[in-house]
């Protein structure tokens, strides 16, 4: 069997690529960028970018599944930017997998997808997606892309599903936890809220493990057109979570509180400013990103295990030992 894997050099495409070598697969990936780790290991790396239907229907051909995981992250930038990498990118997956025959695709989503500004306490996959609530063009671009997957799902014999991983961490993790690292070092993190909201969250090994499963269960005939929550099994307490990571590695843990009102109004009005004045880069507080540290999001990943047969092959504790010895390593 051969697989393409859309942005595959990437912190989770790279570890799907991995197990799908395991398993003895052909594999290719395509990205923007250069991939030497996958080359090395006898990948067939494409050069190109998925907004180009031309180069994607190319990287398609000869495959027989699809792992769309590329997309354009982040919680600022350009509406068109994020509209062009996030929902035409998947329309020319969806557009490329019909012309060569492709008969799974398994697309990477998030929970952002349901974000309503409210908080989510064991809520499933019955919640709809995002209407409206214009707070980040990634939230309502990778809805819209999720729905259009979806709904291609039986279309011309190609069946696809949705894996929606809650902040995906571990070694390697270029966004999440360097963030945290760097603020909390610079004296800039601060609890936003009561500090007791509880959160899920996702070991990259947990996540890409969750991914070949869905493929499983596609080639099976089953969980076509259907999206899945996935975590780590059981929520953590974000900002205990956070702190404890922090003294694991020797950082100073984070005591200061802001409301979340007060983040919220600070969000709103650094928005403002970048959006004024042309400033680069991310705001340090945004209203999404406020409400997102603020409140509970966890969810329900029942249907995981039961449609997919998942299990998280990667605990808490041990991610932690694992992501902690790596960077007190690196610091070396």
């Known amino acids: 069997m051969k697989i393409l894997v859309t942005g595959g050099g990437g912190f989770l495409g790279s ?34 970018d998925i907004s180009d239907l031309e180069t994607i229907c190319s990287a398609v051909a000869g495959c027989d599944a699809v792992f769309h995981v590329a997309a354009k992250a982040g919680v600022w930038g350009d509406k068109e930017d994020y509209f062009k990498a996030n929902v035409i990118g998947t329309r020319n997956v969806l557009s490329a997998c019909k012309q060569e025959g492709v008969r799974s695709l398994v697309y990477t989503s998030t929970p952002s997808v349901v974000f309503s500004g409210e908080s989510f306490q064991g809520a499933d996959e019955s919640l709809p997606r995002t209407r409206g609530v214009e707070l980040s063009h990634y939230v309502t671009t990778k809805a819209q892309a999720e729905g259009e997957a979806l709904a291609a799902h039986d279309n011309e014999g190609l069946r696809v599903c949705a894996i929606r991983p809650h902040l995906i961490w571990g ?3 270029p966004h999440i936890v360097p963030r945290i690292i760097d603020r909390a070092r610079k004296g800039r993190l601060r609890i936003v809220g009561q500090g007791n909201n509880r959160v899920d969250i996702t070991h990259v090994q947990n996540a890409a493990h969750a991914h070949v499963l869905a493929l499983d269960a596609l080639l099976a005939g089953s969980a076509g057109g259907k999206p899945y929550f996935l975590s780590d099994g059981a929520s953590v307490m974000l900002w205990d979570w956070i702190n404890d990571l922090l003294g694991r590695l020797g950082e100073p843990k984070v005591t200061k509180h802001i409301s979340a009102k007060a983040a919220y109004r600070v969000g709103s009005i650094l928005e403002w400013a970048w959006k004024t004045f ?34 998280p092959i990667v605990t808490n504790e041990q991610g932690l030992v694992e992501l902690v010895r790596d960077m007190k390593s690196a610091a070396l």
Do not use: C
């Open 15 to 48: 570890h799907i690529v991995r197990r799908l070598l395991d398993r003895g697969y052909a594999v290719k990936s395509i990205g923007r960028s250069a991939q030497p780790a996958n080359e090395a290991l006898g990948v067939e790396v494409i050069r190109g």
């Open 171 to 173: 070694v390697g993790d």
């Open 278 to 311: 042309g400033i680069s880069g991310e705001p340090p507080m945004t209203r999404f990103v406020a409400i997102e540290l603020s409140k509970d999001h966890w969810f329900d990943i029942s249907a995981s295990k039961q449609d997919l047969g998942y299990e």
